[in-house]
């Protein structure tokens, strides 16, 4: 027999929502109530197949529920009948799940399969653009290099004669032999 259903893990969810709001770790929960940390983590999961007996998932439970204040009854997973109306309950207020729901992994692999044939298609189509005039795609880059090579030249030289006519001008002005600099302060 399991011990762990779809209501137990609720309440479980309750318990770690609980403790999280708390900022407290399992260990931290486990030093401060002296339960076992794998008892806690069984009772957060809704999982009570670790427990030996219903009376130590019982006690453990109600403890842990008094230390993070919470007001949640024991769901005695213990007892088959209670546990198969619980589910029935649960299957009945669930909705009928729709029609996307229930093929929403055919329709992921619909959508890849035409991103697919469009990605293959658009890649065909610009292959074929690209076999039918290499000969003029050539013509024009060997020209374009030539004007970009020109301009570049042109450029290098305006640079050049711009740069040495500032050292000459540098030059000239440093070379003036009349130049006296007084050292005294002037007097106020």
């Not at 453990?60 to 009854?73: G, P």
């Amino acid at each position: 027999m399991s011990l762990k259903s779809a209501h137990t893990g609720k309440i479980g969810k309750a318990f770690a929502n609980a403790r999280i709001l708390r900022s407290m770790t399992c260990e931290e929960v486990a030093g401060a109530t002296f339960i076992n940390v794998e008892y806690i983590k069984a009772i957060e999961s809704g999982n009570y197949e670790i427990f030996p007996a219903r009376i130590f998932a019982f006690q453990y439970f109600e403890k842990y529920a008094n230390f993070l204040n919470l007001e949640i009854d024991f769901f005695d997973i213990y007892n088959a009948e209670l546990v198969a109306a619980a589910g029935k309950e649960l299957n009945s207020n669930l909705p009928e799940r729709s029609f996307l729901k229930k093929n929403i992994i055919s329709l992921i692999c619909l959508v890849i399969l035409a991103s697919l044939i469009f990605i293959f298609q658009r890649s065909y189509n610009n292959n074929e653009a690209s076999d039918i005039s290499p000969q003029n795609s050539f013509s024009n880059e060997d020209a374009l290099r030539v004007d970009v090579k020109s301009n570049f030249d042109n450029d290098i030289g305006e640079l050049h004669y711009k740069i040495n006519n500032f050292f000459i001008q540098d030059k000239l002005d440093s070379i003036q032999p009349d130049v006296t600099v007084n050292l005294l302060e002037p007097e106020a």
